[in-house]
């Protein structure tokens, strides 16, 4: 079956513009995650759903960072006023809470690149 | 202190041969679980593997095997048979009890050469 998308794959923003990035589950996925990894490091945890419930956001780097889940399936990560730091790549992962050990599995990543 | 280390930024490997890369965790729970995955240069990352704290079976995953030594709280990753398409980033996770949340480590760069 398919698995976790996003999109845009690539996305190259002017210091200050906002920005949204999209995240489809596998489907029947009910917990979704999102997570920055900035060059040469490991990923950092953003934030969490499950269903459409965001039940931890303490990763977020700040209040310009916000994420959506109205309908339990599409997520989508907006950062609004895009600052350089922001650059990085953003993984969405979904897991399923009935299967154990509940493996997340990965989309491809958006790399942001603020100018 | 970190939750994950990996110390090997980098790593050489002839095919076929077998290579290990570290890792090691510090959580004060009981409960945990460790995952490893692999992220080549398109940039998924790619699950491998999973060991949970209570297993007491190393886990195995056709040439990939986890050498979980609970004591020293390192959950080492074995690629056996190695080939060049193993060639990647290896990222340690952990999940801790009542968390959903992965901690990652720094990775570990691999390259199988011929």
């Known amino acids: 079956g398919a698995g976790v998308s996003q999109s845009p794959r690539y996305k190259v923003a002017k210091r200050g513009q906002d920005v949204a990035l999209r995240c489809d589950p596998i489907?029947?996925?009910?917990?979704l995650f999102w997570y920055q990894q900035a060059l040469g490091q490991g990923p950092e945890f953003l934030t969490y759903f499950q269903n459409e419930a965001q039940l931890d956001k303490s990763g977020l780097p700040s209040d310009r960072f916000f994420a959506e889940r109205p309908e339990g399936s599409v997520s989508t990560l907006k950062i609004q006023r895009t600052q350089q730091e922001d650059s990085a790549v953003y993984l969405c992962a979904s897991s399923s809470p009935g299967q154990a050990p509940d493996t997340q599995y990965f989309g491809p990543g958006t790399r942001l690149t603020v100018l | 202190a970190q939750k994950i280390t990996q110390t090997q930024p980098g790593m050489f490997v002839q095919e076929k041969e077998a290579v290990t890369l570290d890792c090691t965790y510090d959580?004060?729970?009981?409960?945990?679980?460790l995952f490893w995955y692999k992220q080549p240069s398109s940039g998924e990352m790619i699950f491998l593997i999973y060991?949970?704290?209570?297993?007491?079976q190393n886990a195995t995953e056709g040439r990939y095997s986890l050498n979980f030594q609970k004591a020293r709280k390192s959950a080492n990753l074995v690629i056996s048979a190695s080939q060049l398409g193993d060639s990647a980033m290896y990222f340690c996770a952990m999940r801790e009890r009542g968390g959903n949340k992965l901690t990652f480590g720094t990775g570990t760069q691999l390259k199988v050469e011929l």
């Open positions: 959580t004060s729970d009981q409960s945990y679980g």
């Open positions: 060991q949970g704290s209570y297993d007491e």
């Open positions: 489907s029947g996925h009910v917990s």
